[in-house]
């Protein structure tokens, strides 16, 4: 069951629509939402703090120049929380908080092995440098986490139609399962869609599915695309009208990774509709 959600949040507006998200998805299904914010180690102890607090030092010591830092942090951690808490209270939602400093996807990582799905922004405060920063802590947190992960665009809009990508993988099982869930749980319309090297084979894949949805009383639409390049069927697909995509992540090994590229990663990067992944 998605009832206990986690949200980390650096106070940008991404993570406050990944906020808006896992807000809506609590108030459906009873659930509580969990804050998470990290104070990015690499910023209290790395080179360019250091060399700017010792750059400085004879007007002000290092040690004082950390410690404004440090408590500029805990005011812009406490100002993001209570963003998120503030959602939730309009929403009725129940609201726990947390602090951690660390590397902040392996705090992320570690903060969510208690919780049933994390949700994050797509892209963090640093949205403006799209091209260095894209998705670096959420492709991290994606490849390392055994949760599902709930990757969201910059503006909110509710759920009514679901695509779920399916390959027939141990992780796309995963994913149908939790995307099934969510589906009942929010009446969600849905669509299977398969892209393989034939059409007769996407069928044969996508009838697997059917049969674990039809047992749910669920009825998808099928969708069969022959084609050799998944990602961009998929990214093709989520052009129509869906609010959510839902597929298994890095299902591919590393030397397929390699010489074809991570379908994962590509969807992530140029997909805007809400994504769920789950490996």
């Not at 102890?45 to 290092?62: E, F, K």
Request: charged share 20%; with cysteine.
């Amino acid at each position: 069951m998605l009832k206990q959600i986690i949200v980390p949040t650096d106070g940008s507006d991404n993570s406050l629509t990944a906020a808006d998200y896992a807000v809506s998805i609590a108030k459906t299904n009873d659930g509580s939402v969990h804050g998470l914010f990290v104070k990015d180690i690499k910023i209290l102890a790395g080179p360019l703090i250091h060399d700017i607090g010792t750059s400085i030092g004879g007007m002000v010591p290092y040690g004082t120049f950390n410690q404004t830092v440090r408590e500029m942090l805990d005011s812009k951690a406490d100002a993001a929380l209570n963003q998120v808490e503030g959602k939730c209270i309009q929403a009725g939602v129940p609201f726990t908080r947390e602090i951690q400093e660390g590397i902040v996807n392996h705090e992320i990582v570690k903060s969510s092995a208690n919780y049933d799905l994390i949700v994050m922004g797509k892209m963090g405060a640093h949205a403006e440098w799209r091209d260095v920063f894209l998705g670096s802590n959420v492709e991290f947190v994606v490849r390392k986490t055994h949760k599902p992960v709930l990757i969201t665009p910059a503006g909110f809009k509710s759920f009514c139609n679901m695509l779920i990508a399916y390959d027939g993988s141990l992780f796309a099982d995963k994913a149908l399962a939790v995307g099934a869930e969510m589906a009942q749980l929010m009446k969600l319309n849905i669509t299977l869609l398969c892209v393989d090297d034939t059409r007769e084979k996407a069928l044969q894949i996508l009838s697997k599915a059917k049969i674990f949805l039809d047992g749910l009383n669920l009825t998808p639409n099928i969708v069969p695309i022959e084609g050799k390049d998944h990602a961009k069927g998929i990214q093709d697909a989520c052009k129509d009208n869906y609010d959510l995509l839902v597929m298994g992540a890095y299902g591919h090994s590393k030397l397929q990774e390699m010489i074809l590229g991570s379908t994962t990663t590509r969807v992530m990067r140029h997909t805007d509709c809400p994504l769920l992944l789950y490996r």
